[in-house]
Structure formats: structure tokens, C-alpha cells
């Protein structure tokens, strides 16, 4: 497998661990200061590993709007995440921005980059989000909110506009540097979030030890992968193998919060296994184009 699949198979994985962190919070934590919270230590991590390793320098130029851009659609992201999450339910509103993102980065890609995912992409990308819908839908009850669903594709598009744009800023930026600026500039959005909801969750030793999972795990050392991986493999190929997050997190539910494994829920592992798996051999061993 290409080193740059591994990473960001690796950085899935961290990200796998946010729902079962989650549940474990305080029940005072509510999803949109759990988000912020998140942002801001995961953005200060980042930038203090930057300037450890000498990756930001005062001289050096930014492109302010792709900056922006990335900036403001990863913090766009959690907003509408979790808006999208809590009007049409946990399995829908996961599934749907989750989904879509990766059908949408390879749209978005091609139109901005002229990347050309190609069909090994297209079925493994269909495979993956297949199993995720019947790995998060499994045992749940489905109500569909309209204004819900158009949140979380909201959701998808915004972290597809964020790989698309970091992949830009990678190709002349550190990894470290662009995932820094990235998501300081992010928190920073987020502030008037933070200030206006109740963070006494965080008071508490599990509170605080979720946040700090949150932010060092999922934002620090997830991103930090995902941007070097990003930077060695196409947008649309990334953004397929992120679909190992809510494989992660089906996983982490069954074995941590002792949630039933269905027949519905074991087709939906096997069938993102499956696209995982596809996407990963390497081109010589298969007829199907990348």
C-alpha cells in the first residue's frame, strides 16, 4: 500500500475515536462547545509543534484567500456537523456528511484540479459509502428532516472544500505550517461559539480528559497524518479512505460502548473493508483504472 494511504488510513483512525470520546463526556457537554473546544486545542497543538520543528517563518508569504478558505470551511464543518446532527439524528446526519464528502472532494477536485479519481475510485468510493449507511443506520429509527439533510451535505461539502484547498497549500507549504495556520485561523472563527455556550463540563476530570482526547488525538496528531498523507495521494483517493472513521467508530462501539452487532451493521464493515481495500492495491495488480 502507498505510504500516503497509510496515514491517512491512520489519521481515520484517530478520528474513529470522537464518537465513543463523546459519549463518554459529561452529559452537561453540549456537541457545539464540544466542537469549539476540540478546534481550539487541536489548533494550539499544531501550532506549537510548528514552531518546535521551525516550520513557520515570519518572512515567509501566505495566499491569503485559499488560506481563508480552508480556514473557514474546516470551522463551517463543525457547524454544521452538528446542527445537521441534531435536527435529523445521529445516523442520518453522520452518515449523509460523511458520505458526501468524498463524492464531493472528487467532484470539487476535478473541477478545480482537473484530478481524474478515475472508476477504481468511483466503485470503491460506492462501496465504502454503502457499508457506512448500513453501519450507521443499522437498528437505527430513520426520520427524514429536510433542512437536516441539507446541513449535513453542507457538512460533506465543507470538509471536501478543506481537502481540496490544503491539498493546494501543500504543495508549496510544511505540513505542519499549513495544518497550524489552518486550524488557528479556525478557532479563531469558532471564538464566539466557545464564549456563548457552557464549558463548566470541562471542569471535571472526564470532561477535561475527553477535551484533551479530542483536541491532541483527533485534531493534532489525526491532521497532522492526514496532511502528510494528503500531500502524496489525490484529493478524491483521501477522501474515500477517510469512510475508515465511522468503520472506527462502528467498531469502538460494538467492543467499548457494548452496542449489538447486527447483520446490517457486519455487511456495512465488510463492505468498507472491502472499498478500503480496493482502493489500496496497487494499480499493476488490477485492470480497473485509479
Known amino acids: 500500500m502507498p505510504p500516503g494511504n497509510w496515514l491517512i488510513l491512520a489519521a481515520a483512525i484517530c478520528w474513529g475515536t470522537t464518537g465513543t470520546a463523546q459519549a463518554l463526556a459529561p452529559a452537561s457537554a453540549q456537541p457545539g462547545s464540544i466542537g469549539a473546544v476540540r478546534l481550539v486545542i487541536g489548533g494550539t497543538a499544531l501550532l506549537m509543534l510548528a514552531l518546535w520543528r521551525g516550520k513557520l517563518r515570519r518572512s515567509e508569504r501566505w495566499p491569503i484567500w485559499p488560506t481563508l478558505l480552508a480556514a473557514g470551511s474546516i470551522a463551517a ?21 460523511i458520505g458526501s464528502a468524498p463524492i464531493l472532494a472528487g467532484l470539487i477536485a476535478f473541477l478545480v484540479r482537473g484530478e481524474r479519481p478515475g472508476w477504481r475510485w468511483a466503485i470503491a468510493t460506492f462501496l465504502a459509502v454503502l457499508g457506512c449507511a448500513l453501519l450507521i443506520t443499522a437498528g437505527s429509527s430513520i426520520e427524514v428532516d429536510p433542512l437536516g439533510i441539507l446541513l449535513a451535505i453542507g457538512a460533506g461539502a465543507a470538509y471536501a472544500l478543506f481537502a481540496v484547498t490544503s491539498k493546494g497549500l501543500l ?20 471564538l464566539p461559539l466557545l464564549v456563548s455556550t457552557d464549558l463548566s463540563w470541562l471542569a471535571s476530570p472526564r470532561g477535561l480528559t475527553v477535551a484533551l482526547h ?42 467499548v460502548l457494548n452496542e449489538k452487532l447486527t447483520l446490517a451493521a457486519f455487511s456495512g464493515i465488510l463492505l468498507i473493508f472491502a472499498g478500503l481495500a480496493l482502493l489500496s492495491i496497487p494499480r499493476k495488480n488490477l485492470s480497473v483504472d485509479q
Open 77 to 97: 464543518y463543525q457547524v454544521f456537523f452538528f446542527a445537521g446532527v441534531e435536527r435529523s439524528g445521529v445516523a442520518v446526519g453522520t452518515m449523509v456528511g
Open 171 to 190: 504543495e508549496s507549504k510544511p505540513p505542519e505550517a499549513v495544518m497550524a495556520v489552518i486550524f488557528c485561523i479556525g478557532a479563531l472563527l469558532l
Open 214 to 255: 479530542l483536541g491532541l488525538v483527533t485534531v493534532a496528531l489525526a491532521y497532522s497524518l492526514f496532511a502528510r498523507g494528503l500531500a502524496l495521494i489525490p484529493v478524491a483517493t483521501a477522501a474515500t479512505l477517510t469512510l475508515a472513521e465511522p468503520l472506527t467508530a462502528g467498531l469502538l462501539g460494538i467492543t
